[in-house]
């Protein structure tokens, strides 16, 4: 936005306005969600292609973090692409198996997402981050490295925690303790769906156009 405001000319200015993204709201919303992380085994997930810049082998170094410290955990990560044999083959070198799962694309994203208890985002360069909203919306604290236009969706220590640097011990620490925390999860649970909500297909499409109304009627 201030870019536009600032390089726009002057009698222009007035008719700037940054309306954000709108996403399908109630097919992401969870309103079955557990505001604790139940006993058991600890389910993460990650959603995106596999490309050099979403980073999935950050993925795989907090995994080897998480066993390190006895964590039971499955960890999934959905979709495909050009580097998932070197993902595939990470896993193999570490042993991890039996905890992180590819699942390729899959047509039901958002049953996956309600499924897991914490959303992990390791690109380091996300314009926006579409993706965390979804996740949001199902209740999902996000725990992301900052990858710029992400940065603008997760509230460090409301909706989730974002890191600057690439340190497995800083998102595992994090990830223990929402694990052992049930009041830390609900209200990080709680706030992210709230969050999400702002960003509803329905009263996005009808700021945008009551925008242009108002230009017309000008």
């Known amino acids: ?106 047509d039901n994203v958002e049953q996956w997402l309600n499924d897991a208890h914490i959303y992990v985002h390791s690109a380091y360069y996300e314009p926006f981050g579409l993706v965390l909203l979804e996740a949001m919306a199902s209740g999902l604290p996000c725990i992301i490295l900052n990858g710029k236009g992400n940065a603008d969706v997760v509230q460090n220590g409301q909706n989730g925690y974002i890191f600057n640097e690439q340190k497995p011990v800083l998102f595992s620490d994090k990830i223990e303790e929402l694990q052992k925390d ?9 706030n992210a769906q709230a969050y999400a909500s702002r960003f509803a297909i329905g009263p996005k499409t009808d700021e945008l156009i009551e925008f242009y109304q108002s230009l017309l009627s000008k």
């Open 1 to 106: 936005l201030a870019y536009y405001q600032k390089n726009v000319p002057s009698f222009l200015k007035k008719n700037v306005r940054l309306i954000e993204y709108g996403f399908d709201l109630e097919r992401f919303y969870n309103s079955n969600r557990l505001l604790e992380i139940p006993g058991g085994k600890l389910k993460l997930i990650n959603v995106g292609r596999f490309a050099i810049y979403k980073n999935q082998r950050l993925l795989i170094s907090i995994a080897q973090e998480l066993r390190k410290r006895n964590i039971d955990f499955e960890m999934n990560l959905l979709g495909t692409g050009v580097e998932q044999e070197n993902i595939q083959s990470q896993i193999n070198d570490a042993k991890l198996q039996d905890f992180v799962f590819l699942r390729g694309n899959v």
């Open 182 to 190: 049930s009041g830390l999860y609900s209200k990080l649970s709680r």
